[in-house]
């Protein structure tokens, strides 16, 4: 019995935690390439805030496959530089894709996503998903139960790489992702809401054009006789669900035409782009089809992939999290109804969390940024604002035997916040008698800080004290406190804008 605990208490500990088999840093981005980043989403810098450089890092770790076998996969870490206080994590799942090299952690376009929010103070991971990146089996497409674990355990992966990485999560779980991502979001917002919120709790969800409804909505796609964008992504499915289930097919000509059924094994390879796969394939999807398997899909409901389709479905919950349902009314791709079916279904089971936001009509491409900029100030407004004082200041020179100054006006936060002078002055605004670079740390009370440093130097221009007829008033002009030197055989005489003396020295 004492053996059958230990090996109960290593499968419980073991559930929670992803073994990290390797980290590499890949690239440094400064405050000018983030800003060329936003640019090239056609994003203005001025809608983001670029609060932090950030460090990209492909990661590698376990994760379990179907088959029950443990998997080494990868995923992209994107790490606020110097930061200095708990953030965030998000997570986001990517779209589709054909290559393995396009995957986050490749430093693909995608992954920039991640670079502009980890600018905003988000410690974003991004997983490749089993077969993507520096995975070498198959891409499980659009399986939900291998998408959601996967990305937990990169999530896992994130949290567990904190001392090594140097930054420190605050509790708070943001997931989002689009088109494939959406589903893959949608599957691990059910995972972690399910079975895993002991582990962690969700802050925010964002699911984004993606297709939630794959057996209904989406495969609507399959039997339509009608142009279709990404004719690629059935025999996608039907690759994937067979490689799962073991039961869609003995041979890819029950399934395909003789003429596709012997190119698609080479284009699934894992080095061909979506792009060319769709190039191969006829416009109508039904179209590489055999004509009797489109008829069995139609007719039978239990047919294998009708019934693998409905198995990876991801509406069958009501999500507790606030989660917002991003998609465009245009979308070419992805079937609008899939996000309107979805939300339909979550409110049918209880769920008060849910929103629908659609954004028009815009093509699955165009949806794209304005979904995920909308994304991002969903999380905005539900995270912990980031510590971002704007401080404006005055630097006083000194003479040779005067004071030097820095007038410091915290135009935001007021009186959240406490300070300090890296020489130990108490005041907010510093008097310095000697020349140099004085640090005023400002913190708030979350332990978060931010540093500015100023440099005094003797200032010519400032009268000697030991001259006659020399006078300094400072700040000028001021409103309540007001300091003034001058020879100490001089008389001085101070009147308000009514010419009323308040203060006479001699």
Same mark, same amino acid.
């Given at each position: 019995?004492?053996?059958?605990?230990?090996?109960?208490?290593?499968?419980?500990?073991?559930?929670?935690?992803?073994?990290?088999?390797?980290?590499?840093?890949?690239?440094?981005?400064?405050?000018?390439?983030? #800003?060329?980043?936003?640019?090239?989403?056609?994003?203005?810098?001025?809608?983001?805030?670029?609060?932090?450089?950030?460090?990209?890092?492909?990661?590698?770790?376990?994760?379990?496959?179907?088959?029950?076998?443990?998997?080494?996969?990868?995923?992209?870490?994107?790490?606020?530089?110097?930061?200095?206080?708990?953030?965030? @994590?998000?997570?986001?799942?990517?779209?589709?894709?054909?290559?393995?090299?396009?995957?986050?952690?490749?430093?693909?376009?995608?992954?920039?996503?991640?670079?502009?929010?980890?600018?905003?103070?988000?410690?974003?991971?991004?997983?490749?998903? @089993?077969?993507?990146?520096?995975?070498?089996?198959?891409?499980?497409?659009?399986?939900?139960?291998?998408?959601?674990?996967?990305?937990?355990?990169?999530?896992?992966?994130?949290?567990?790489?904190?001392?090594?990485?140097?930054?420190?999560?605050?509790?708070?779980?943001?997931?989002?992702?689009?088109?494939?991502?959406?589903?893959?979001?949608?599957?691990?917002?059910?995972?972690?809401?399910?079975?895993?919120?002991?582990?962690?709790?969700?802050?925010?969800?964002?699911?984004?054009?993606?297709?939630?409804?794959?057996?209904?909505?989406?495969?609507?796609?399959?039997?339509?006789?009608?142009?279709?964008?990404?004719?690629?992504?059935?025999?996608?499915? *039907?690759?994937?669900?067979?490689?799962?289930?073991?039961?869609?097919?003995?041979?890819?000509?029950?399934?395909?035409?003789?003429?596709?059924?012997?190119?698609?094994?080479?284009?699934?390879?894992?080095?061909?782009?979506?792009?060319?796969?769709?190039?191969?394939?006829?416009?109508?999807? $039904?179209?590489?089809?055999?004509?009797?398997?489109?008829?069995?899909?139609?007719?039978?409901? #239990?047919?294998?992939?009708?019934?693998?389709?409905?198995?990876?479905?991801?509406?069958?919950?009501?999500?507790?999290?606030?989660?917002?349902?991003?998609?465009?009314?245009?979308?070419?791709?992805? $079937?609008?109804?899939?996000?309107?079916?979805?939300?339909?279904?979550?409110?049918?089971?209880?769920?008060?969390?849910?929103?629908?936001?659609?954004?028009?009509?815009?093509?699955?491409?165009?949806?794209?940024?304005?979904?995920?900029?909308?994304?991002?100030?969903?999380?905005?407004?539900?995270?912990?604002?980031?510590? #971002?004082?704007?401080?404006?200041?005055?630097?006083?020179?000194?003479?040779?035997?005067?004071?030097?100054?820095?007038?410091? $006006?915290?135009?935001?936060?007021?009186?959240?916040?406490?300070?300090?002078?890296?020489?130990?002055?108490?005041?907010?605004?510093?008097?310095?008698?000697?020349?140099?670079?004085?640090?005023?740390?400002?913190?708030?009370?979350?332990?978060?800080?931010?540093?500015?440093?100023?440099?005094?130097?003797?200032?010519?221009?400032?009268?000697?004290?030991?001259?006659?007829?020399?006078?300094?008033?400072?700040?000028?002009?001021?409103?309540?406190?007001?300091? *003034?030197?001058? #020879?100490?055989?001089?008389? @001085?005489?101070?009147?308000?804008?009514?010419?009323?003396?308040?203060?006479?020295?001699?």
């Amino acid at each position: 019995m004492r053996n059958l605990t230990i090996i109960l208490s290593l499968l419980i500990s073991c559930s929670s935690y992803a073994q990290v088999t390797g980290t590499e840093f890949i690239v440094h981005y400064n405050e000018n390439q983030i #800003n060329s980043v936003l640019s090239s989403f056609g994003i203005p810098s001025n809608l983001v805030s670029a609060i932090y450089e950030v460090d990209f890092y492909r990661v590698t770790y376990m994760t379990m496959h179907p088959n029950g076998e443990m998997v080494e996969v990868s995923g992209a870490l994107c790490v606020p530089s110097d930061a200095n206080c708990p953030l965030p @994590i998000s997570s986001y799942q990517h779209g589709t894709i054909g290559s393995r090299g396009e995957a986050p952690s490749f430093v693909s376009g995608e992954a920039m996503l991640g670079v502009i929010f980890a600018s905003g103070g988000y410690i974003t991971c991004m997983p490749d998903y @089993i077969g993507l990146g520096q995975s070498e089996l198959l891409h499980l497409y659009v399986h939900a139960d291998s998408e959601a674990s996967a990305s937990l355990d990169m999530i896992r992966a994130t949290r567990d790489l904190q001392e090594e990485l140097g930054f420190e999560w605050n509790e708070e779980l943001f997931l989002w992702g689009y088109s494939q991502g959406g589903h893959a979001t949608a599957a691990l917002q059910r995972l972690i809401e399910l079975d895993e919120s002991n582990e962690f709790q969700i802050t925010g969800s964002a699911p984004m054009s993606g297709p939630y409804d794959i057996s209904g909505a989406q495969a609507s796609v399959i039997t339509a006789d009608q142009i279709y964008p990404t004719p690629g992504y059935l025999p996608y499915v *039907v690759l994937s669900y067979q490689e799962v289930y073991g039961n869609i097919f003995t041979d890819l000509e029950e399934i395909f035409l003789p003429e596709y059924a012997a190119i698609i094994p080479d284009l699934f390879d894992g080095t061909h782009n979506m792009g060319y796969i769709n190039s191969q394939f006829p416009d109508i999807p $039904n179209q590489m089809l055999q004509p009797n398997l489109l008829e069995q899909f139609q007719s039978d409901p #239990n047919h294998p992939l009708r019934v693998a389709l409905a198995a990876n479905d991801v509406m069958d919950w009501a999500p507790q999290v606030p989660t917002q349902l991003f998609f465009c009314e245009g979308d070419d791709q992805v $079937n609008y109804m899939n996000s309107l079916n979805a939300y339909d279904a979550f409110q049918n089971l209880g769920s008060t969390s849910v929103l629908l936001s659609d954004f028009g009509d815009y093509d699955h491409g165009e949806c794209a940024p304005i979904a995920i900029l909308a994304g991002y100030y969903f999380f905005e407004s539900l995270r912990t604002p980031v510590f #971002n004082p704007q401080v404006s200041a005055v630097v006083e020179g000194i003479s040779d035997v005067g004071l030097g100054f820095v007038f410091v $006006n915290v135009v935001f936060p007021q009186g959240d916040y406490t300070f300090e002078w890296s020489n130990g002055w108490e005041e907010l605004d510093l008097e310095a008698f000697e020349p140099g670079e004085y640090t005023l740390t400002l913190t708030d009370d979350a332990g978060c800080s931010q540093s500015y440093t100023y440099t005094i130097e003797y200032d010519l221009s400032v009268p000697n004290l030991n001259e006659s007829q020399s006078i300094k008033l400072f700040p000028n002009p001021a409103s309540d406190l007001v300091q *003034v030197q001058l #020879n100490k055989t001089e008389k @001085i005489m101070i009147y308000d804008v009514s010419g009323r003396l308040l203060f006479t020295q001699k």
